[in-house]
């Protein structure tokens, strides 16, 4: 209540006219208020700074010592003056604290009715797995206005869960659960970031929230329900596309932190230790799972085994098979598999 009272005042009187030129889109109401705290303590500091280090510049100048017998007179303590300087900052303190632990409480309840998605980070993505069964990689949905709970862990590394739109953000610990909770309130997409160095590929450790209407939701829900019954080439487009293997390679064969993925079916990879092999079924499988086995020549060992299951290994491999195929030049490197 009295942190509604004091963010209601405060966005009267100074944020609303400014909140979206110098703050993120306030994609909910919690982000409004934690704004509103925020430009409390900005506009204390600034009237802070000005009276202290203006005080202290008029002061240097005013009682300057201007001949050479000036001399300060002797003051033993002014109590009004020394009351004052304790007392309203110890207020300004308080309202910080009060206010702070009101919307702290409002972060951290989660409401028992929200939606419940679990998260996963991993080096470098993050899936996300609803309880239809429906699982997405690097993007998830969630309808509008509905309190949604994220229940969160690691696969290896601490990552850190942040959502800027809507001011909140969790660590991501392997071993135990943590949780975030949001309401959104306007449809759209909005980015996710990690905030917790994580190696490599921190940087490229994004996902897309969509924010959507409960009837596009609800489809949403269904299209990725499909994803299980497309043709496998085609699901392995989506893993590849939507997931973290486009942070560091392209679809075409343009470099990019590895090499680029077209035309990489039943070709000749060389690599870093001058040895080759014929790019098929098992060293596409290997270079996922065990990428620093075989090093492709002038890239660096840098990509970190990616959590594949067996079906959509598959699924991408048949990717690059069907890129393949729809290529002039290509011969059939299955037949690799039964001369090895
Ligand atoms: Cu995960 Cu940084």
Not at 75 to 104: C, D, K, Q, R, Y
Not at 223 to 233: Q, R
Request: charged share 20%.
């Amino acid at each position: 209540m009295l942190g509604f009272i004091f963010s209601s005042l405060f966005n009267l009187i100074f944020v609303n006219a400014n909140a979206s030129t110098y703050m993120p889109f306030q994609g909910t109401e919690l982000s409004e208020s934690i704004d509103s705290l925020y430009g409390f303590l900005i506009i204390t500091s600034l009237i802070s700074f000005v009276l202290l280090i203006g005080g202290m510049i008029w002061f240097a100048f005013k009682y300057k010592r201007r001949t050479d017998n000036d001399s300060t007179p002797n003051i033993h303590g002014n109590t009004a003056l020394e009351f004052l300087w304790s007392f309203i900052p110890f207020v300004i303190f308080m309202i910080v604290f009060v206010w702070g632990i009101i919307i702290h409480k409002d972060m951290r309840n989660m409401p028992k009715d929200a939606f419940e998605i679990q998260v996963t980070g991993y080096q470098w993505g993050w899936k996300f797995d609803y309880k239809s069964g429906v699982q997405t990689n690097g993007e998830f949905a969630v309808p509008v206005g509905v309190p949604v709970k994220l229940i969160m862990k690691s696969d290896e590394v601490l990552h850190s869960f942040f959502i800027p739109a809507f001011r909140i953000k969790q660590d991501v610990v392997p071993g135990i659960y943590t949780s975030l909770w949001f309401n959104a309130r306007t449809p759209g997409d909005y980015q996710v970031f990690c905030t917790e160095y994580c190696g490599t590929s921190h940087s490229n450790m994004l996902a897309t929230l969509k924010v959507m209407a409960p009837n596009d939701f609800e489809n949403w829900l269904i299209e990725n329900s499909k994803v299980k019954d497309l043709p496998l080439a085609e699901r392995g487009r989506l893993i590849i596309e939507k997931g973290t293997c486009v942070s560091c390679h392209n679809i075409s064969n343009e470099r990019k932190i590895g090499p680029g993925f077209a035309g990489l079916w039943g070709s000749n990879r060389e690599f870093a230790d001058g040895s080759s092999a014929v790019a098929d079924e098992n060293y596409i499988r290997e270079s996922i799972l065990y990428p620093a086995k075989k090093i492709v020549k002038g890239y660096a060992n840098q990509m970190n085994a990616q959590n594949l299951s067996e079906s959509e290994l598959q699924a991408v491999i048949e990717y690059f098979k069907a890129q393949a195929s729809s290529n002039e030049s290509n011969k059939d490197t299955s037949m690799n598999l039964r001369e090895q």
